[in-house]
């Protein structure tokens, strides 16, 4: 799953970046990166600034290595963590609040959890279910189900029974830990990283 997009004519290997000649081959849903001040000037049709690097949300520009190498490695370094950041952060969370929720309220999250068309679960090592469907993340605390008498293994079978259900394990988590890790260790997005293509 690429987690931006970095535009260069020289050679550059990134994992989980996607690497381009020109903008009209970068994914517009992700942050992009042109390396080289000739080459941000050639690409982008509006006038830019040498002394501003950010040249909107989510288009950026820093000098080459051969331009100015400190300022290179500090650019890349700050993109890389600012595109990790950003995984997920348009995804809505909602979490099942069995103890505090109000019943009407933790009724409809239920029901609408039962009605996503392809859940994707994963339970993490401290007992939280993740469920994504839909664009959104659901969670729910094992451990408090479990706290006042409702069984967690009757929760999971419930959750493997909706129609094409997946519960990914532990092995699923080992290949997205390198996302996890680098996105402040979210382990929410188990799932969502897993829809995305991290699982192929």
Known sequence: MDVGNIVTSSFIEEDNFKICKDLDSINHAIPTLIIGWGNAKELIKEEISILHKKINNDLYWTFSQKERKVEYDKDIINFK?????????????????????????????????????????????????????????????????????????????????????????????????????????REKLVPYIYKNGEHT
Do not use: A
């Not at 339970?123 to 006042?148: A, H, R």
């Not at 409702?150 to 079978?157: A, C, F, G, L, Y």
């Not at 959750?159 to 080992?174: A, K, M, Q, R």
């Open 81 to 185: 963590k600012r595109c990790y950041n950003k995984i997920g952060n348009n995804i809505p969370y909602v979490y099942l609040d069995i103890l505090h929720g109000k019943f009407h309220i933790n009724k409809k999250i239920i029901q609408k959890i039962y009605t996503l068309s392809e859940p994707i679960s994963y339970i993490s090592k401290n007992n939280m279910l993740y469920i994504f469907g839909e664009n959104i993340i659901f969670g729910v605390d094992l451990n408090i189900c479990e706290l006042i008498g409702i069984n967690k293994e009757k929760i999971i079978e419930r959750i493997e029974d909706i129609p094409n259900s997946i519960l990914i394990g532990n092995e699923i988590f080992n290949k997205c830990k390198d996302y996890i890790k680098r996105t402040n260790n």
